[in-house]
């Protein structure tokens, strides 16, 4: 009997008029248009050019004449290019690997009921807020002039000098810059996917006698899982593209000891006369960064699965 009165109701869904839905169509339509022209003009046409200008031998002006693929084949016996390829690579999986181990630890911290807990927060974003020039700047004088004079009077050989001027140290003074100011948007990241977590299981886990290392390994880390995901591709993306840290601490050097892909792609482009050239290393290199965050998402999903 219940089931006849309730078919007899009237339906609460009123569809909407065509006409209505076509208005509001072109609404979301009009209002979403001014963006992907502005992305296309900006961003895909210029990419799109610099494509075709690799397959030519363009030096930035002038005339030129289409080469087909030999600058791809150039950069494969380029000393310069692939010694630019294994310091970023390095740079980016020693970074990337820092960087999360020291925001997790961090935020974890930072996440438990301590005091002024909402001050140190603050005080832990602020980096992030910094301009990466400035930043790099600041340190470079810091480098130069106030860590070897700690150096001298604490007797310590390897700090009473700049490591920005040595060829075997001025990557550990990079790392160092670029590892202090991308932990703060790493640690917000783990602090969102902490606080996530219902503080039921660590409760339960507390009453099965679980010390915090099992905690960790069985509850934090497991629901995290997602969130480790996306720090470690975001890290490894950023970090293979390092390019302001260099310009403001060392500019490539001593040499070409610190010279990343990004910095050589934009100074042999741009100051050395290799436009066609350096676009094929950018083609070549935007490819290398898709195949490397696929592969790293995957096997971190996977991952998360077996979590």
């Known amino acids: 009997m219940s089931a006849i009165t309730e078919d007899r109701r009237p339906s609460t869904v009123i569809a909407s008029p065509p006409k209505r839905r076509r208005r509001s169509d072109h609404t979301y339509l009009f209002m979403a248009l001014p963006a992907v022209i502005l992305f296309f003009v900006f961003h ?39 010694a630019a390829y294994r310091f970023t690579f390095l740079f980016a999986i020693l970074s ?21 807990r909402n001050f140190l927060r603050g005080i832990y974003f602020l980096p992030n807020i910094l301009s990466v020039l400035i930043v790099g700047f600041i340190f470079n004088y810091l480098f130069a002039n106030f860590m070897p004079r700690i150096g001298e009077a604490l ?41 996530t977590i219902p503080y039921d299981l660590y409760e339960s886990a507390d009453i099965d006698g679980a010390g915090p290392w099992q905690k960790f390994r069985n509850i934090t880390f497991p629901m995290i899982a997602p969130f480790f995901t996306i720090n470690m591709v975001l890290a490894m993306k950023g970090f293979l593209q390092v390019f302001d840290q260099i310009v403001a601490l060392t500019g490539g050097g001593p040499g070409t000891s610190t010279e990343s892909v990004s910095y050589l ?43």
């Open 44 to 82: 895909t046409y210029p990419a799109i050019q610099g494509i075709i200008y690799s397959f030519t031998n363009f030096r930035g002006y002038g005339d030129y004449d289409f080469v087909g693929l030999r600058n791809y084949l150039q950069v494969f016996q380029d000393e310069r290019a692939l």
């Open 265 to 307: 792609i934009y100074r042999g482009g741009f100051d050395g006369g290799q436009f066609a050239y350096q676009s094929a290393n950018a083609v070549l290199f935007f490819i290398v960064l898709v195949v490397i965050s696929v592969a790293q998402t995957r096997f971190l999903q996977r991952r998360e699965i077996e979590a």
């Open 96 to 116: 990337t690997v820092l960087v999360n181990f020291i925001a997790l630890t961090i935020a974890i911290g930072l996440n438990s009921n301590i005091r002024f």
């Open 155 to 195: 007797g310590v050989a390897a700090l009473s000098r700049n490591i920005l001027g040595d060829p075997q140290l001025a990557w550990v003074g990079i790392i160092f810059v670029a590892v202090w100011q991308a932990a703060a948007f790493n640690i917000i990241l783990y602090l969102a996917g902490l606080q």
